[in-house]
């Protein structure tokens, strides 16, 4: 849960993230390797969905949520 907890919130209010936010991740058993993987992870997947959204690009018809 304190890994959801610190995606959705990088997620919708970065502008919020605190070390807390990090030392939570810490008092739960994730290393700081691992603190940096989930950072980066949900960094990446924004970025990706905000160059999509950007340059206009659609889901494959093929792929659920199409609007089909």
């Given at each position: 849960m304190a890994m959801l907890s610190y995606a959705e919130k990088l997620t919708l209010r970065p502008g919020?993230?605190?070390?807390?936010?990090?030392?939570?991740?810490?008092?739960?058993g994730f290393s700081d390797r691992d603190v940096?993987?989930?950072?980066?992870?949900v960094a990446y997947y924004a970025y990706v969905n905000r160059i999509a959204d950007g340059l206009g690009?659609?889901?494959e018809s093929w792929l659920p949520g199409d609007g089909e």
């Open positions: 919020d993230m605190a070390e807390a936010d990090v030392v939570a991740l810490r008092d739960v940096l993987d989930i950072c980066e992870s690009v659609t889901i």
